[in-house]
């Protein structure tokens, strides 16, 4: 321990340190207190914050001025973060609906819809309000098991930022090779003069009947780019957010109004950040897709036949809908974490 802070004594004099030594003490410097716990809490944590006869009480200050607040147990992350998501989507589906498609809509063929309200009108009057929840079980099958993973890998490197990103990133990728999301065609088949689809199960036994598995996992590329964008800016601004507001106090408890407007800031930048690759991968995934011979050709047709204002189709209820979502969820995962506190006691 006397490695980490050097013993001072506060009163002028002989020095009380050493007997018989006449040397007064040197006055008390606040600033130099002030400096010397944190660095010996950096000293701490770099050593794994294990030092013998260090009191318990202490060794959490230490962490604390560190920087280190506490981490939930990854089970109660999983629950709340599975129930966070799968409560969200089937508040937020219906403009998930009409985003994908006004995205579909191309001007290069007639435009079937006008607009926003247009969209909610017909899809109403042709097939009830039942038919703006198109493709939900889809998202919803995949959401559950995404959002549980993902707050918890948030909860776990949170601490440092880029760490966070880079795991934002990695985990995007792998979630979207192991979670085919259908739910666009299934969307786009409803649109269609006879539409094949009859639910979940039987839309993908046709479309692997058509195209094979691969056929589940059209727009892959396109995917992987916009979920690992999203989900590295939506954490970002979040978590920055949440380090601004906690400054030196890591454990500040975080108002749900406060959490639900650095959540829906952070939804924000994300659709303003990565909408035209959210166009792409719509378009990659609909039943034109075998127009398009590459991601890039995608792309390219987009700009070619509708122009650059096309990558941003559907901007606004995505904008509600990510909005939404990105507050719902943290809102709702950090009540659930800490209901779970109350009721399942771990270490």
Excluded at 56 to 71: E, I
Excluded at 128 to 141: A, D, E, M
Aim: aromatic share 8%; charged share 20%; proline share 6%.
């Amino acid at each position: 321990m006397s490695s980490l802070i050097k013993p001072f004594t506060v009163s002028e004099g002989p020095c009380s340190v050493r007997p018989g030594c006449s040397r007064p003490t040197a006055a008390l410097d606040p600033n130099r207190i002030r400096g010397s716990v944190p660095a010996a809490a950096d000293r701490l944590a770099g050593s794994g914050g294990s030092v013998p006869g260090l009191d318990p009480r202490r060794r959490v200050l230490t962490a604390a001025a560190a920087g280190q607040g506490k981490v939930t147990h990854p089970g109660k992350a999983i629950l709340a973060g599975g129930l966070a998501g799968g409560i969200e989507i089937c508040i937020t589906f219906p403009t998930e609906y009409v985003k994908t498609q006004l995205q579909l809509d191309e001007r290069a063929n007639p435009p079937r819809y006008r607009g926003i309200g247009d969209c909610v009108k017909l899809t109403v009057q042709d097939h009830g309000v039942r038919g703006l929840y198109r493709g939900l079980s889809s998202l919803l099958y995949g959401s559950i098991p995404k959002s549980a993973v993902s707050y918890n890998c948030f909860q776990l490197a949170s601490v440092r930022v880029p760490r966070l990103v880079l795991m934002s990133v990695c985990l995007s990728v792998c979630l979207s090779v192991c979670r085919p999301v259908p739910q666009v065609k299934f969307i786009h088949d409803q649109c269609s003069s006879n539409p094949r689809y009859r639910g979940f199960y039987h839309g993908v036994r046709e479309i692997i009947r058509d195209k094979g598995l691969r056929g589940t996992y059209q727009g892959l590329t396109a995917t992987v780019l916009k979920q690992g964008s999203n989900q590295a800016i939506r954490f970002y601004v979040m978590t920055s957010f949440r380090n601004w507001y906690k400054g030196d106090d890591p454990h500040r408890a975080m108002n749900p109004f406060v959490t639900a407007a650095f959540g829906a800031t952070a939804g924000a930048a994300s659709v303003f950040g990565n909408t035209p690759l959210d166009v792409i991968k719509t378009r990659m995934q609909g039943l034109e897709a075998h127009r398009y011979k590459s991601t890039l050709d995608c792309a390219y047709q987009i700009l070619r036949n509708e122009g650059p204002q096309a990558f941003y189709k559907g901007t606004v209820p995505r904008l509600g809908r990510v909005c939404l979502d990105v507050a719902i969820v943290f809102v709702i995962y950090e009540e659930v974490v800490k209901l779970l506190n109350k009721v399942w006691i771990t270490d």
